[in-house]
């Protein structure tokens, strides 16, 4: 990481307090980089999607569903994060599994069960190759992204294993795999993580690497369901760490509630597309 | 409201968009390899690719000889100067030349000397004899300069230098003998690829808009506010006030300007900016740091002239923030270049 100069801090420090604020690239307190995402193009997996910056910051994630005996299982979402030049079991690495996995705790985990006895278990692999500043968002939209475009194959055997032991099958046709998305009654929204950083009594979304460095501290919050969700974390980005004041606090809410339906409407105009172009070949 | 405000998301570009735009500059590049060829520029090659199969040739940076043959090492175009034969890279680490204007960044605190990142391979070294120091450029380096070394240069702190020398294991050696040169203030640093820079008589220049930048020769760029006028200048002219006002006694005058010197030659390491820096200054810093980082990604040389233009032509967004996707930043690219083109 790259260490910034004293006059480099206050500089960037009273732009960032300063009212409008003046971010270094000129964004809008509430405007995301500017991302390109792919999704559904790993063969090999249920579901996958692929998000960059135009920094050169990428992340892949990979969904794939395996048939587990219920019984043995604790949990049928499993994530695993794996960032470039960072140790699995570093504190960064932990971090970031922790607030990924808070995020899939309301997966509706219904839907993976196949019989009484059998159920899909879902690994979501997480391949960060390259990043500079926090990467918790990228992470958060491409899970969201995999996710939503994950297919499962149709169940060709019986439902019910209550009285005859029925090992599950399924057609061997893609075509008639389906979207969990179809499984559900209500609409499928995995939670989408927004950063967010605290400067002064202002609040920057998707903070850079050069504003994560000066930034008093920082939120992640979730967004479900058209409103910020719980948990509401805070993270230290920098070595600074000042509290989080309540009005502050209030305001992160409040932007997060009026932008967050933006960034999933976004998401969702995306995976549109993406499906659209699919059906042309 | 415009979703794009909050968060754009596109698909990856097909690479036929992407070559559109190459296309478009290929002037440019052409003009760039010249330069930095020395005229002799012959084709672009690739890792492993035959230059040539005559002995005669030697083999120079970027070449490998294997069963009489000569191959590149890197991807860029070759040069030939007499029987040496090198591939200038395209892409890759800066190549530090005696008398390039760089920024850097202070690394580390050594004996005697300063570790300077400036992107080459190896750390660049400052020696504490290369500086100006305060108390005027006759003084002696002492002891107690080595142990104070940190209240003028520490780790973080950004400068602009010189490259004095290139030490035969590669390692440049920087100075900061000139007024025109030292830390940093009042402004943002970005870093776009050196092979971008456009090698020039002067590398520091003013922008419309009350910004200043400096070009680094190896690709580090500080986008600063514009000084009213150097305090070198005010030195002596308010020195010079000073003695017409009194009665001038032998040496007064000298003695003074010394001092004066001394006192005003802190500030040369000061880090504190101008209080003054207006909104619309900053804005205008973030809109030339916005232009600058479009003609990186449009592969364009960066040269006075054409920041400048892509200002001018950024000036028709009036939401700055908007600078940062891709179509704006192609279509500032794109608006350079047709501009050149019209003056020729």
């Known amino acids: ?281 | 409201m415009d979703i794009t405000e909050v968060i754009s998301i596109t698909k990856p570009q097909s690479s036929s968009q992407y070559n559109n735009i190459d296309e478009s500059n290929d002037d440019s590049d052409i003009e760039m390899g010249e330069s930095s060829a020395g005229g002799a520029s012959a084709g672009i090659v690739t890792p492993g690719e035959l230059i040539t199969e005559d002995p005669i040739w030697m083999k120079g940076h970027g070449t490998y000889f294997l069963n009489d043959s000569t191959y590149s090492s890197v991807a860029g175009s070759v040069s030939r100067v007499n029987r040496l034969l090198s591939v200038i890279p395209l892409r890759g680490r800066y190549s530090p030349e005696t008398g390039d204007h760089i920024v850097g960044r202070i690394t580390e605190v050594a004996n005697k000397r300063w570790k300077v990142d400036i992107g080459t391979r190896q750390d660049a070294v400052l020696m504490l004899g290369s500086v100006n120091l305060p108390g005027g450029i006759l003084r002696r380096k002492s002891e107690s300069d080595e142990l104070q070394m940190r209240n003028f240069l520490k780790e973080g702190d950004l400068l602009n230098c010189e490259v004095q020398t290139i030490f035969s294991n590669g390692i440049a050696s920087l100075h900061t003998r000139s007024l025109k040169y030292g830390k940093l203030r009042n402004g943002i640093f970005l870093k776009v690829p050196s092979s971008l820079i456009v090698k020039s008589k002067n590398h520091a220049y003013d922008l419309p808009g009350s910004v200043s930048v400096i070009l680094g020769s190896n690709g580090y760029i500080w986008l600063h506010k514009t000084l009213a006028n150097t305090s070198t200048t005010t030195t002596v002219n308010q020195n010079a006030a000073k003695i017409q006002g009194r009665d001038y006694a032998p040496g007064q005058g000298s003695i003074s300007i010394t001092r004066l010197e001394e006192e005003s030659s802190w500030e040369i390491y000061s880090d504190q900016n101008d209080p003054n820096i207006t909104s619309s200054t900053r804005s205008n810093i973030s809109r030339y740091y916005n232009v600058i980082k479009a003609l990186a990604y449009g592969e364009l040389g960066i040269t006075e002239q054409r920041v400048i233009l892509g200002y001018e032509a950024s000036l028709a967004y009036s939401n700055i923030g908007s600078l940062i996707d891709r179509e704006s930043m192609e279509q500032i690219c794109q608006e350079v270049l047709n501009s050149e083109k019209m003056r020729g």
Request: with cysteine; proline share 5%.
């Open chain 1, 1 to 281: 990481m790259t260490l910034l100069s004293p006059a480099e801090r206050s500089y960037l420090r009273d732009s960032l307090t300063a009212s409008p604020i003046i971010r270094p690239d000129s964004r809008t307190p509430h405007q995301f980089r500017p991302i390109e995402a792919k999704t559904s193009f790993l063969s090999s997996s249920n579901g996958s999607a692929r998000v960059r910056l135009i920094d050169g910051s990428e992340c892949i994630v990979s969904v794939k569903a395996k048939v587990v005996d219920l019984a043995s299982v604790s949990n049928l979402v499993e994530v695993d994060i794996d960032v470039d030049s960072f140790r699995d079991d570093s504190n960064f690495v932990t971090n970031l599994k922790f607030h990924i996995l808070n995020s899939l705790a309301n997966f509706p985990s219904t839907v993976l069960k196949l019989t009484t006895k059998y159920g899909y278990k879902l690994f979501i692999d997480v391949i960060v190759t390259s990043h500079s500043s926090y990467p918790l968002t990228l992470i958060s939209l491409a899970t969201y992204l995999a996710l939503k475009t994950a297919r499962l194959p149709k169940l060709v055997s019986e439902v019910n294993d209550e009285e005859i032991a029925e090992q599950p099958t399924f057609a061997d046709d893609w075509a008639e795999s389906t979207l969990i998305q179809d499984l559900l009654d209500a609409p499928f929204q995995p939670p989408v993580l927004i950063t967010l950083g605290i400067i002064g009594n202002n609040i920057i979304f998707d903070p850079s690497i050069e504003e994560e460095q000066i930034i008093d501290n920082s939120l992640v919050i979730g967004f479900y369901n058209g409103r910020v969700i719980t948990p509401i974390n805070t993270i230290s980005l920098s070595s600074i760490s000042n509290g989080v004041n309540s009005i502050v606090l209030v305001k992160a809410l409040e932007l997060g509630n009026k932008y967050g339906g933006m960034v999933v409407k976004a998401l969702d105009t995306l995976i549109e597309q993406d499906i659209d172009d699919e059906n042309i070949f």
